[in-house]
C-alpha cells in the first residue's frame, strides 16, 4: 500500500513532523535537537563543542612537518613564490592544476608562514572544525535526526585525517567549508521559497521583502558553489544532490528545482571541463596512468564503493597508499561487488515509502560524490593506487548521517533515567573515533614516520620505498637511501622516478657507470623526463663524450624550456664546439630564467669578452657585483676590462685599481690571477713601477702553485712593464677574464 502523501491527508509530512516535533517517544536526538530550538542562544554550546572537539583530537599536526609534495606543492612552488603567482594561479596553464581559490589562499599564506608548516597544518584543522559547524546546520535543516552527532562523527572520523593532516589536501578542506556554505544558503533559499508558494495562497501573499531574501540566499549559494569548484572540483556532482533532496523532501522533483538546478549544472561542467583539461595536460602529461578496459573500470568501480563503506564503518588499517586492485574485466565474480550494490538501491528503492527513503538517499549521495574517484576518469594518483582516504572526504557525510540517524532513532526512551546510558555510549564511541584520529596524525609528523608507516600498511609500496629512500638521501645516507630505491624498483622496474633517484646516489657514491645506466633506464621509460636527460647528459660530459652528451641537453630544454642548468650546459658545450652565436643564445636564455643569478651574469660577460662585445660584457660583469658585492671573481673580471680592453673609451685605469684591489682583498689575496689584474690596472694607470712590483709578486704565486702557463704570460707582460707599456688583451684568449667566473 501505498503512504499518503501530504494533500491527501491534510496532515503533515514525515520531514514537518520531526520538525514540529512529535510524540514523547520522540528519539533522543530529536528530543536533544527540540531542547536547543526552544532556547535558540544556546545553539553556540554545539558549534563550540563541535570546534574544540575537532582541535583537541588534531592535537598532533600542530606539530606535523611537510610530507610527501608539501614541499613542491607549497613551500617550493615557485608559482607560490612568485609576486605575481596569484594572477598566474587564475589565468595561465602554469599550473598542474586548476585550482585556483586553494592556490591563491596557499600563495597569501605563504607570505605569512613562509617555509613553518604550523600555519598551514592550523588553518586546516580550523577549516574541518569550521566545515563540521556547518554540516550540523545542514542536518538541521533537513530535519535529519542526530545532526549534531553527524557533525561530530565527521570530525571526528580518522578517514579524515588525510585530508586534514595532509598540507597539499587544503584543496579538500576548503572546498568542504564552501560546499556545505553553499548547501546551507540553498536550503534557506529553498524553505522561503515554499513559504513564499504556501503564503501566496493568502489574502495579502508573500511580501517583496521575502522574495528579494530568496534571491540573496539563492545567489549567495551560487557563488559559494564556485567557490567550491574552484578549490577543487570533486564537488561537481553537487547540482544531482540539490534534486535528490528536493526529491526526498517533497516526494517529487518540480519544474522550479530543474529551472534553479541549471546555473549549478552549467558552472559545474564549466569548471569541471577546465579542470579536466589540466589534470590531462598538465598534471598527467604523456604519462600512462591506467591501461584496464572501460569493463575493468566498471567492476572497480564496485570495488572501490564497498571499500570505502567498510573503511567507514571500520577505519582500521588507513594507509596514505593502498595497493593497487588489479581487476579483470572479463571475470564474472569480478561484477559481483557492483551487482550487489545495484540491489542494495533496488532494495531501497522497494522501501522508499518506508525505511528504504534514508537510506536511499545516504547511498545514493554517496555514490554521487564518489564518482570523480571511480576510476571512470584519470587522475594522476591512480598511478599510485586507485583509493585513497581523502577521495571519500565528501562522500563520508551520507553513510555518517546514516548511522546518526540509526542511532538516534533506534534509541527511543520511554524513561527519562534511560538518558545517561545513551549518552554514556554515544560518548564512547566519539571519544574512540577521536583516540584513532589522534594516533592517525601522528604518522603525518615527518616524511620518515609517513613513508614507514605506509609500509607497515603496505608493504608492497613502491611509491613509499621511494620516498623513504628520498628522506635517507636528504640526511647524507646513501647507503640506506641506496638500498630503498633498489627496492623500489625491484617492485616496479618500470619506475623511471625510482631510477633517477637511485642513480643521483650512485653518482654522489661515484659508482658513474652504474648511475649512467640508471638514468639511460628512466628516460627509456619517460622520454620526456628532463632532469634525467639533464643527468645523463652532465655525466657524458664529464666522461669527454660532449658530442653525446648535447642531444641530451637539447632535449632537456625541449622539454623544459626553462630549465637554467640545462641551458647553462649545453652553451658551453657549442662554445667549446664552436658554436658561439647559438651557445649565446642559450647562455642568454639562462639570464631570463634567473635574471638575479650572479654567476650567469659573469659567464655570458666573459663570452661576450672573447667575443670583442665588450661594452656589453662589462654591464654584465657589474651587474654581476651589484646582485652579489661578495663576488671576488667579477671584481677581477671588470678590472680586468677596464685595464686592457683594446678599445680606448672603455678603459679606466683609476676605477680598474679599485676594482682589483677589492678582488684582492675578498680573496684574502691568494689569487694569482686577481693580483695579475691588479698589475694590470697599475700599468693603464701608467704607475709602472707598482704593475711590475705586482707582476713580479703575482709570479712568484703563480710557480709556488705550479700554473706554468699563468707564470710564462706573466712573465712576458713584466716585459712589457718594464719598457713603460701597457697589456692590451687584444687577443682575448680569456686566460684572464674568463677565467675569474
Same mark, same amino acid.
Given at each position: ?478 647507503? #640506506?637511501?641506496? @638500498?630503498?630505491? =633498489? &627496492? %623500489? !624498483?625491484?617492485?616496479? +622496474?618500470?619506475? *623511471?622516478? /625510482? $631510477? ?13 657507470? #652504474?648511475?649512467? @645506466?640508471?638514468? =639511460? &633506464? %628512466? !628516460?627509456?621509460?619517460? +622520454?620526456?623526463? *628532463?632532469? /634525467? $636527460? ?13 658530442? #653525446? ?6 632535449? %632537456? !630544454?625541449?622539454?623544459? +624550456?626553462?630549465?637554467?642548468? /640545462? $641551458? ?13 652565436? #647559438? ?11 634567473? +635574471?638575479?643569478?650572479?654567476?650567469? $651574469? ?140
Amino acid at each position: 500500500m501505498k503512504r499518503p502523501n501530504r494533500r491527501q491527508t491534510g496532515k503533515p509530512a514525515r520531514s514537518d513532523l520531526r520538525e514540529l516535533g512529535g510524540g514523547p517517544e520522540r528519539p533522543l536526538a530529536e528530543r536533544m535537537a527540540g531542547l536547543l530550538r526552544t532556547v535558540p542562544r544556546q545553539t553556540w554550546l554545539i558549534a563550540l563543542l563541535l570546534m574544540s572537539g575537532t582541535i583537541i583530537a588534531y592535537l598532533p599536526v600542530w606539530h606535523a612537518g611537510l610530507i610527501w609534495d608539501d614541499r613542491s606543492f607549497v613551500v617550493d612552488n615557485p608559482l607560490i613564490r612568485a609576486a605575481d603567482g596569484w594572477y598566474r594561479f587564475w589565468f595561465t596553464t602554469q599550473p598542474e592544476d586548476y585550482y585556483p581559490v586553494t592556490s591563491t589562499m596557499l600563495w597569501a599564506e605563504w607570505r605569512v608562514w613562509g617555509t613553518d608548516p604550523v600555519g598551514y597544518h592550523v588553518v586546516n584543522v580550523l577549516l574541518h572544525a569550521f566545515s563540521a559547524v556547518v554540516l550540523w546546520r545542514v542536518l538541521e535543516r533537513l530535519n535529519v535526526p542526530g545532526s549534531w552527532l553527524a557533525a561530530a562523527l565527521f570530525a571526528l572520523h580518522p578517514v579524515n585525517v588525510e585530508s586534514v593532516a595532509w598540507i597539499t589536501q587544503r584543496k579538500n578542506t576548503l572546498a568542504m567549508f564552501f560546499y556545505l556554505l553553499s548547501l546551507l544558503w540553498y536550503l534557506r533559499f529553498d524553505l522561503a521559497r515554499h513559504s513564499s508558494a504556501l503564503s501566496a495562497g493568502r489574502a495579502n501573499g508573500p511580501g517583496p521583502g521575502t522574495i528579494g531574501l530568496q534571491s540573496r540566499w539563492y545567489w549567495l549559494s551560487l557563488a559559494a558553489f564556485v567557490l567550491a569548484l574552484l578549490s577543487k572540483t570533486a564537488v561537481a556532482p553537487m547540482p544531482l544532490l540539490l534534486l535528490g533532496l528536493a526529491w526526498w523532501r517533497r516526494n517529487r522533483v518540480e519544474r522550479r528545482d530543474l529551472w534553479h538546478s541549471l546555473p549549478f549544472w552549467a558552472v559545474a561542467v564549466a569548471v569541471g571541463l577546465i579542470s579536466l583539461w589540466f589534470q590531462s595536460h598538465r598534471a598527467i602529461g604523456s604519462d600512462i596512468v591506467r591501461t584496464d578496459s572501460f569493463w575493468a573500470r566498471l567492476a572497480g568501480a564496485g570495488w572501490a564503493v564497498w571499500f570505502y563503506l567498510y573503511k567507514a564503518a571500520l577505519p582500521f588499517g588507513l594507509s596514505p597508499i593502498y595497493p593497487r586492485w588489479e581487476i579483470d574485466g572479463g571475470q564474472l565474480w569480478s561484477y559481483v561487488p557492483g551487482l550487489l550494490l545495484l540491489g542494495g538501491f533496488l532494495a531501497c528503492w522497494r522501501y522508499r515509502r518506508s525505511w528504504g527513503q534514508g537510506a536511499l538517499v545516504s547511498l545514493g549521495y554517496f555514490v554521487v560524490m564518489l564518482l570523480p574517484v571511480l576510476g571512470f576518469l584519470d587522475i594522476g594518483f591512480m598511478w599510485v593506487s586507485l583509493l585513497a582516504d581523502h577521495w571519500q572526504y565528501f562522500a563520508i557525510i551520507g553513510p555518517i548521517s546514516l548511522a546518526a540517524a540509526a542511532l538516534t532513532t533506534s534509541s527511543r526512551l520511554p524513561k527519562t533515567r534511560q538518558l545517561f546510558p545513551a549518552v554514556a555510549m554515544l560518548g564512547v564511541l566519539l571519544v574512540v573515533l577521536g583516540v584513532l584520529t589522534w594516533r592517525q596524525c601522528k604518522i603525518y609528523f615527518y616524511p620518515g614516520t609517513f613513508w614507514q608507516a605506509t609500509l607497515t600498511a603496505n608493504p608492497g609500496s613502491w611509491s613509499a620505498e621511494n620516498g623513504l629512500g628520498n628522506v635517507f638521501f636528504e640526511q647524507g645516507q646513501l647507503d #640506506e637511501a641506496i @638500498a630503498h630505491f =633498489q &627496492k %623500489a !624498483v625491484e617492485l616496479k +622496474p618500470d619506475f *623511471s622516478t /625510482a $631510477h633517477y633517484n637511485l642513480a643521483g646516489c650512485l653518482r654522489k657514491k661515484g659508482r658513474v657507470d #652504474e648511475a649512467m @645506466a640508471h638514468f =639511460q &633506464k %628512466a !628516460v627509456e621509460i619517460q +622520454p620526456n623526463y *628532463s632532469s /634525467a $636527460h639533464f643527468y645523463l647528459g652532465e655525466i657524458l660530459r664529464e666522461k669527454g663524450r660532449g658530442n #653525446e652528451a648535447i642531444p641530451h641537453f637539447k632535449r %632537456a !630544454v625541449e622539454i623544459h +624550456p626553462d630549465f637554467a642548468e /640545462a $641551458h647553462k650546459s649545453l652553451g658551453f658545450l657549442l662554445l667549446g664546439k664552436g658554436q658561439v652565436d #647559438e651557445a649565446l643564445v642559450h647562455l642568454r636564455k639562462v639570464l631570463e630564467i634567473r +635574471p638575479n643569478d650572479a654567476a650567469d $651574469h659573469n659567464n655570458l660577460a666573459s663570452v661576450l669578452w672573447q667575443e670583442g662585445q665588450v661594452r656589453e660584457a662589462i654591464a654584465h660583469y657589474q651587474r654581476a657585483i651589484e646582485i652579489d658585492p661578495g663576488f671576488a671573481a667579477a671584481w677581477a673580471s671588470l678590472a680586468w676590462a677596464l685595464a686592457t680592453s683594446p678599445e680606448a673609451s672603455v678603459r679606466n685605469g683609476g676605477r680598474a685599481i679599485a676594482l682589483a684591489k677589492e678582488a684582492q682583498r675578498l680573496s684574502d689575496g691568494s689569487n694569482p690571477k686577481f693580483l695579475a689584474t691588479l698589475a694590470a690596472a697599475f700599468a693603464e694607470a701608467r704607475r709602472f713601477a707598482e704593475a711590475i712590483e705586482t707582476a713580479t709578486a703575482a709570479l712568484q704565486l703563480a710557480t709556488a702553485q705550479h700554473r706554468t702557463a699563468l707564470a710564462n704570460l706573466l712573465r712576458a707582460q713584466i716585459a712589457l712593464y718594464q719598457k713603460g707599456s701597457p697589456y692590451r688583451d687584444t687577443d682575448r684568449e680569456g686566460d684572464y677574464a674568463s677565467a675569474h667566473k
